[in-house]
Nanobody
Framework: QVQLVESGGDLVQPGGSLRLSCAASGSIFVINDMAWYRQPPGKERDLVAVITNGGDTTYANSVKGRFTIFRDNAKHAVDLQMNSLKPEDTAVYYC??????????????WGQGTQVTVSS
């Protein structure tokens, strides 16, 4: 059974930094894209950043220049470094991954979500 587990959410002041981490566990053959999404209160879940297994990255316009997505293929992990945080970055952040498991079945997996609150 493949699982994604996130950590790192917290309360932080505007202008501060935070790093989110996510690790996949279970029977994994290969992971394709890994991504972070976020869902602000009362709004839809949107893509924040995605990284391919080759290291190519794409960011939402709202976070370009402030957020950086990292990936460690050996550890099946993806991190999101968030700098210059703004109150509008407040949301539940979700890890997402496109995974071929040990039985060669391809599925999309989600983490449980981690709360990031930016407030003074």
């Amino acid at each position: 059974q493949v699982q994604l587990v996130e950590s790192g959410g917290d309360l932080v002041q505007p202008g501060g930094s935070l790093r989110l981490s996510c690790a996949a566990s279970g029977s994994i053959f290969v992971i394709n894209d890994m991504a972070w999404y976020r869902q602000p209160p009362g709004k839809e879940r949107d893509l924040v950043a995605v990284i391919t297994n080759g290291g190519d990255t794409t960011y939402a316009n709202s976070v370009k220049g402030r957020f950086t997505i990292f990936r460690d293929n050996a550890k099946h992990a993806v991190d999101l470094q968030m700098n210059s945080l703004k109150p509008e970055d407040t949301a539940v952040y979700y890890c997402n991954a496109d995974i071929w498991d040990g039985r060669f079945r391809r599925s999309e997996y989600w983490g449980q979500g981690t709360q990031v609150t930016v407030s003074s």
